[in-house]
């Protein structure tokens, strides 16, 4: 009578063309730290509170500037600060932020670059007769995309090259050597970052370094060794996360994946069944794809906001996870995560409305119950019985009982009826979930386990006893 251990993070499951496919959790973060029974555990991804509701719409962009304690937020085309109405702005879609000492500048889907200096707002312009001993200029600095900052200078681009402010008035651009192009691949650039003190250029198939030279002259020079064969699908499908820049892009005419990029080099941290599910969109539609970054209980966490789906990476895990919202199969509606260090706490946006929520220990979003999932890799077991179906949890702690409902499959396409478990009582803390008996098997074996909650969660510890014959 063996005791089986099944592992929860490594699922599988059988798609409708025959292929075997991961199973990604659904609304449940992995956990790498020792546990009862197991090397690690699952407790719930981070629910939301609501904080308020602003007007203008979905939330477009969002930054906290730490030079001034304001929590920066674009929700259509008003920009908010710290939840307060600041101005209308002539951008409707989604914008870049970056900050100075002096302002919190972003670039509008309108191909501006504006200025916010804590009493109006301004737009990036050609020096004005009068602002210069040297007189005005005549620049090209029209059709902006992406911004960033790096030195003391604000950064903007365009689809032929990027456009370096001034050192004395950042809302103008360099009146000697204000244009620097990336000269790599003859495509156009997609998007702008900063690694260290390099200004990164992305194009749609390779990524330029640039760094600054000291020479008033040449500004920036590129460093053609440090020259990555990985570029960007859109200006906002990148991100800095853990030391680099994640990106969503690929090599010419090499499908999408996901690669983290830094000085001369990629690292692809996509696996084959997230390359399996980016490959199900084709290049125009993913460029609606935005990738953000927070931290949560010291976790580094990519969140991957695809056009119809939400799939989030979990560095110290290298564990892939899917985010959705409700019963059923929504997309997770957060966007722009932003930790306010004024408030200690993570906000976020929303993709369809002009709601604001804070991130929460518990599982519901906006007071409304959560479904998550986990699934186990199929164990060949022989012809048997399984019986004591159980695994190791934390009870007691929430308001109300939380149920886990479990079915199992001899294919991982098929599923029986749900078994339901109840696996925490409020201040029930010595609770042995159990099903005592779960039926016959005839080879291989795996379960599903599926919880509908708004509690806070711990999982860890799958087993079942197993008699053949």
């Not at 456009?163 to 620097?180: C, G, H, M």
Request: proline residues 5%; glycine residues 10%; negative net charge.
């Amino acid at each position: 009578m063996p005791i089986v251990q099944m592992p929860l993070i490594s699922g599988k499951q059988v798609d409708n063309t025959s292929d075997y496919r991961e199973f990604l959790p659904v609304n449940l973060l992995p956990i790498p730290e020792p546990a009862p029974n197991a090397q690690g555990y699952f407790t719930n991804h981070p629910g939301i509170t609501s904080k308020t509701t602003l007007f203008g719409g979905a939330s477009n962009g969002a930054i906290y500037n730490a030079a001034d304690g304001v929590l920066y937020r674009m929700i259509g085309s008003r920009l908010y600060g710290n939840d307060q109405l600041i101005s209308e702005t002539a951008s409707s879609g989604r914008v870049s932020f970056s900050y100075s000492p002096n302002t919190t500048a972003f670039s509008g889907s309108n191909g501006k670059a504006y200025y916010w200096n804590g009493a109006e707002l301004t737009e990036f312009k050609n020096w004005q007769p009068g602002e210069s001993p040297q007189g005005p200029t005549n620049y090209q600095i029209d059709n902006i995309i992406d911004g960033a900052r790096n030195l003391g200078r604000y950064i903007w681009l365009t689809r032929k090259s990027f456009i370096v402010t001034d050192l004395q008035n950042e809302q103008r651009p360099d009146f000697v050597a204000p244009i620097y192009s990336a000269e790599s691949d003859p495509d156009d650039n997609v998007a702008i970052s900063v690694w260290r003190d390099f200004v990164v250029v992305f194009g749609r198939n390779s990524t330029e370094f640039f760094r600054i030279t000291g020479d008033a002259e040449q500004i920036y020079a590129a460093q053609r060794s440090l020259v990555v064969q990985f570029g960007c699908v859109s200006t906002h499908a990148k991100c800095d996360f853990a030391g680099a820049i994640a990106v969503l892009g690929s090599a010419r005419n090499q499908p999408p994946s996901i690669g983290l990029v830094s000085g001369g080099q990629v690292q692809k941290i996509s696996t084959s069944e997230i390359d399996k599910v980016l490959q199900t969109y084709n290049d125009d539609t993913l460029q609606n794809t935005v990738l953000e970054s927070a931290v949560w209980r010291g976790m580094n966490i990519l969140y991957v906001h695809l056009p119809l789906q939400t799939i989030a990476f979990i560095a110290e895990a290298g564990v892939w996870i899917e985010l959705k919202s409700g019963l059923g199969n929504a997309r997770w509606t957060a966007i722009d995560l932003v930790y306010n260090s004024t408030t200690g706490k993570t906000e976020c946006g929303d993709k369809g409305t002009a709601r604001i929520g804070e991130l929460s220990r518990i599982m519901s979003q906006y007071d409304e119950v959560q479904e998550a999932y986990l699934q186990t890799p199929l164990f060949k077991v022989g012809k048997g019985s399984v019986y004591d179906l159980t695994l190791d949890t934390v009870s007691g702690f929430g308001s109300k009982p939380v149920e886990l409902s479990v079915s199992a499959t001899e294919n991982g396409y098929t599923y029986s009826k749900e078994q339901t478990m109840n696996i925490s009582q409020p201040q029930k803390y010595t609770r042995y979930p159990l099903i005592s008996r779960v039926g016959g098997v005839r080879d291989k074996l795996g379960f599903r386990l599926r919880i509908v909650t708004g509690e806070s969660v711990n999982l860890s510890g799958f087993t079942a006893r197993v008699e053949n014959g």
